[in-house]
């Protein structure tokens, strides 16, 4: 599997950009997410979302109603559609795969993505 972030770049506050992430090899693979690291702190998750469909998307309270992930089975690719973006929302945008089937406490846990992708910076200017 081989996992390849892009669309990242600078926007000013209450802008929009869209990031996609191309899934390699993905046959065998369940959920899909977006994470993000700002500097100096934690990875964050984002959101996630699963290539069948069968579960719900879920969402961090903090992009829940701005961002919107959805997935192109067709195209092996996810996306991450960021609307009304703020200066807080700067940081590095990981994508990441996994093969479990995973309860929704548990798509907030990095630790369960079994690949990663290489990042895709976002810049929100005030």
């Known amino acids: 599997v081989q996992l390849q972030a892009s669309g990242g770049g600078v926007v000013q506050a209450g802008g929009s950009l869209r990031l996609s992430c191309l899934a390699s090899g993905r046959q065998n693979l369940n959920f899909m997410a977006w994470f993000r690291q700002a500097s100096g702190k934690e990875r964050e998750f984002v959101e996630s979302i699963t290539w069948s469909g069968g579960v719900s998307p879920y969402y961090a309270n903090t992009v829940k109603g701005r961002f919107t992930i959805s997935r192109d089975n067709a195209k092996d690719t996810v996306y991450l559609q960021m609307n009304d973006l703020k200066p807080e929302d700067t940081a590095v945008y990981f994508c990441?795969?996994?093969?479990?089937?995973?309860?929704?406490?548990?798509?907030?846990?990095?630790?369960?993505?079994?690949?990663w992708g290489q990042g895709t910076q976002v810049t929100v200017s005030s």
């Open positions: 990441a795969a996994g093969q479990n089937h995973l309860v929704l406490s548990a798509q907030a846990n990095p630790t369960l993505y079994e690949w």
